[in-house]
């Protein structure tokens, strides 16, 4: 009779293939067991206080683990963390819901470890994505929960309100299928990347840059200024540098433009790495352009000349921070927030420091922009987390509450002090902005007529503004103020978003429209060995390994190794949806 | 009979103790090193996280023909086998001329404090010693301002093509020489004093008794080393590069781990990670073997 026990006589190592097969289904049943079918509202009503309510609590404590985008400089306060600060509590207040942190990290190091929680299939409960790619990866693979009805039940009026203002964009951007996966970030339609000029430096040395007060200036302009911040050192350090660039394009996202060639090619017309509809009616990649070509000239000839930074490509975003941080480089190409995050920085180390900022205009004086693509950024909920409404109710106290209550001082008295004090907004649980598209230029007006007293104080819309207008005020009353927060919210603000709306009424903005945004099918394989190629001409062409000519063997190589591949398939998608 | 059943269990006895004593071992391999070697199907597939290990679809070869299609290849495969090689010569090289002067210390304080300064670096990881490097070896670091003394040019050694090899090679033997020195020096060790005493009685100099003792008594570890470290060629030091390279200098850093990494890892091709993986590892296998029967062939000598 055989029992189980004939197994013996078999050969060792056909039990041990048994042994290790068994051992793999364990493995692979253990991963499976994540899956459930989601909780409709009426379910998650078990555990709520007051059942579909947008800010009801839970009745015992219930835990979320999340994926957080940090940044480099948050100012949090001592003891403070990422993980325990005052929007977490107020979270743990609230909605009786603890949040812990699976992982932290920034910038590139995050997309790595979406990338390896998505590999392992340990995703956090709570995350943010950085790409349509990706979300639609984690659709295709059914990793996330489906919000559709929770936002339609949850999400306050005014949280719906915005998402709508972008003509329905926004959401439509997040939704697969017809489903809505996941809570997008918004994009506000933007403005050009502007160039920072260190304002001491020009008046200790007597120049008068941009003499008719346009607010733009023209290459040349630049150019000239850089020059005689390299001949005579204003910042003293015995060892200048020209205009410090990041290495890679990333222009399509207006708010990782700091430090990007994007202002160059502005001045030629060229959009390098946008989808946009050529002359035939053809679809054009930006970076292969006759424009871009010419930016890369242009870049060429600054390099050769040492106008830009001689270690151009080798260094980090970190390490150019530092070089303003120093005061051995005072230009800076980036968006009109950049005083809040990066360049209060060379604020602290230097309290004679301030900036003015321009546009780039080109031959004919006009600026150049494109719209931003839609939202490139979504909040999405693990499949089988229990309850996914927290995710709206979240948004629902930041981008509603928190952003619109008058009285937050007492309300939210620790938030309401974060804010006063400029802690960035990445501390929040969710790294995203949540704001109608017209939202930039509104607060704008709130803050301009409230500092003039136009406005009384509880007729601005925004706490954020609110508090902004306190800070401008105190910055204007003495402008020599150790207050980095005053000094960081007039540049940002009246330096930067001022002369957004002064171009934007005068009408000196010429748009581009993208022609697609998004990816493809054959992209999954192509696009990293493309953008390698990309970014690796580029910086030949800049640092004059390679003649400007290479440029078109660039292009040719880029058609061949999968570009007009990608350009039929988005023209296929394009025709099919017409 | 009853007594010689004893005798027997006992033999038994010990010999199972001895086997038992193995089982750790064995489970390890098999839990770590054995088990997780059915991943490489993966190779074969286009593997879904989701789907799992045998819900994915078979494709083939479909990987390893797109790895071998990928214009850089045949670069990345050159700066891999270019950087890995150099790094073994160098590295055995400066550890063999390091521990046969080392050896001639007699002050044992002096040897014992040169030794662990040598070590040093090699405990250190290169996420450490890459901004050390970075900073030595930038525009304003300090080679840069000796070369400026000298009335020599900057040169962008981080951002150079003609450069950034020798830096990678250069600082990796600086790195790692001292460690892998330890081995030699104990072939050193074992060799007998005898045969000095005899060499010096017959009037052989200091280089003759290295030329003729010390480096034949080292040989065999030499060759033992070499053969080993051929299974690493196609590994060139991912952490090391990944720490210090950039874009400009893609072009000449760029191997296969840190490629891969970029292209698939990132780009979440993991069936492609897997398989350019499973490539290396046939490569290290076969260099593996032959150096070992090469080894047979000429000096007798084999790992196994």
Avoid at chain 1, 208 to 214: H, V
Avoid at chain 1, 263 to 281: C, I, L
Wanted: hydrophobic share 40%; aromatic share 10%; proline share 4%.
């Amino acid at each position: 009779m055989r029992t189980k026990w004939s197994m013996k006589s078999k050969p060792l190592t056909k039990r041990l293939a048994v042994l290790s097969m068994s051992a793999l289904m364990v493995t692979a049943l253990a991963a499976c067991g994540g899956a459930s079918t989601p909780p409709t509202a009426e379910e998650a009503g078990k555990y709520e206080v007051t059942p579909g309510d947008p800010f009801s609590a839970y009745k015992d404590e219930i835990t979320v683990t999340m994926g957080r985008v940090t940044t480099a400089n948050p100012k949090l306060p001592a003891g403070d963390t990422y993980e325990n600060n005052a929007y977490t509590r107020l979270v743990k207040d609230t909605f009786n819901a603890q949040i812990t942190d699976q992982f932290e990290a920034n910038g590139e190091d995050y997309s790595r470890q979406v990338s390896l929680a998505i590999a392992s299939g340990e995703l956090p409960d709570m995350m943010r994505v950085d790409s349509k790619d990706e979300l639609k990866e984690l659709v295709d693979n059914d990793l996330i929960e489906d919000l559709t009805t929770i936002y339609d039940q949850y999400a306050t009026d005014n949280i719906k309100q915005i998402y709508d203002s972008y003509d329905g964009r926004a959401l439509d951007n997040a939704t697969i299928d017809g489903r809505l996966m996941g809570l997008p970030a918004t994009s506000l339609d933007s403005a050009p990347t502007m160039v920072w000029v260190r304002q001491d430096w020009l008046d200790l040395l007597g120049i008068q840059l941009d003499p008719d007060g346009d607010g733009a200036i023209s290459l040349e302009e630049v150019e000239k200024t850089a020059q005689e911040f390299l001949k005579r050192d204003p910042g003293q350090t015995g060892n200048p540098v020209g205009i410090p660039f990041v290495n890679t394009l990333n222009t399509t996202d207006y708010n990782a433009s700091a430090y990007t060639m994007l202002g160059v090619a502005s001045t030629q017309g060229a959009f390098p790495q946008y989808w946009m509809n050529g002359e035939d009616g053809k679809i054009v990649y930006g970076s292969t352009t006759e424009e871009t070509k010419q930016m890369l000239g242009i870049m060429a000839d600054w390099f050769k000349n040492g106008i830009i930074d001689p270690q151009f490509g080798t260094r980090t975003f970190d390490d150019i921070t530092a070089l303003y941080t120093n005061g051995q480089s005072g230009i800076a190409f980036g968006p009109w927030h950049i005083p809040d995050w990066g360049l209060i920085s060379v604020k602290q180390m230097d309290k004679n420091a301030k900036f003015s900022a321009y546009t780039l205009e080109d031959a004919d004086g006009n600026v150049n922009v494109a719209h931003a693509n839609p939202s490139n950024q979504f909040i999405v909920v693990r499949k089988g987390y229990e309850h996914p409404e927290l995710a709206v109710k979240i948004v629902n106290l930041f981008y509603d509450k928190l952003a619109n209550d008058k009285d937050v001082a007492t309300t939210m008295p620790e938030a309401a002090k974060y804010q006063e004090t400029g802690v960035d907004g990445s501390t929040r649980p969710f790294n995203i902005e949540v704001n109608s598209a017209t939202s930039l230029l509104d607060d704008y007006s709130d803050v301009v007529r409230g500092i003039k007293g136009e406005i009384g104080l509880d007729e601005v819309r925004t706490t954020e503004s609110k508090n902004n207008i306190g800070s401008i005020k105190t910055y204007l009353s003495d402008m020599d103020t150790d207050d980095v927060t005053a000094w960081s919210k007039y540049h940002s603000r009246i330096n930067g978003v001022g002369l957004i709306d002064k171009l934007t009424q005068e009408n000196k903005f010429v748009w581009m429209t993208p022609a697609f945004s998004g990816t493809t099918s054959s992209m999954k394989q192509t696009w990293a060995n493309l953008t390698k190629l990309e970014q690796e001409s580029f910086i030949k062409i800049v640092t004059g390994s390679e003649p400007l000519d290479y440029f078109d063997t660039f292009v040719s190589n880029w058609k061949k190794q999968g570009g007009d591949q990608v350009i039929q398939e988005i023209e296929d998608e394009i025709a099919s949806k017409q | 009979m009853k007594q010689g059943k004893l005798k027997a269990r006992g033999r038994l006895g010990t010999g199972a103790m001895y086997h038992m004593m193995m089982l750790p071992g064995i489970l390890f391999l098999l839990v770590f090193s054995y088990i997780p070697m059915v991943g490489v199907i993966t190779a074969f597939q286009d593997y879904v996280p989701a789907k799992g290990m045998f819900g994915s679809e078979f494709v083939g070869l479909k990987h390893f023909i797109y790895m071998f299609k990928l214009p850089d290849i045949a670069q990345v495969i050159s700066n891999t086998l270019v950087i890995a090689i150099a790094k073994i010569l160098l590295g055995t090289l400066m550890a063999i001329i390091f521990s046969v002067l080392l050896n001639e210390i007699r002050v044992k304080y002096v040897k014992k404090s040169v030794q662990t300064i040598v070590y040093l670096p090699h405990f250190l990881s290169w996420v450490v010693l890459a901004s050390v490097v970075v900073n030595m070896f930038s525009l304003d670091g300090i080679v840069n301002q000796m070369l400026a003394f000298f009335g020599l040019d900057h040169i962008n050694f981080l951002g150079s093509n003609t450069w950034f090899q020798p830096l990678i090679i250069g600082t990796d033997v600086w790195k790692e020489f001292g460690y892998s020195s330890i081995v030699y020096l104990a072939a050193i060790t074992s060799i007998d004093p005898g045969l000095y005493e005899a060499a010096g009685m017959d009037g052989a100099s200091w280089w003759r008794k290295v030329w003729h003792i010390t480096l034949p008594g080292m040989l065999p570890i030499i060759l033992l080393m070499g053969v080993m470290s051929l299974t690493n060629i196609l590994s060139a030091g991912f952490d090391q590069i990944y720490n210090l390279y950039n874009p400009v200098v893609y072009e000449t850093g760029d191997i296969l781990d840190t490629y891969v990494y970029r292209i698939g890892l990132v780009g979440r091709q993991y069936s492609f990670g897997t398989a350019v993986g499973l490539f290396k590892s046939v490569i290290g296998i076969v260099l593996l073997l032959s150096a070992n029967q090469l080894a047979k062939k000429y000096t007798d000598r084999k790992i196994f």
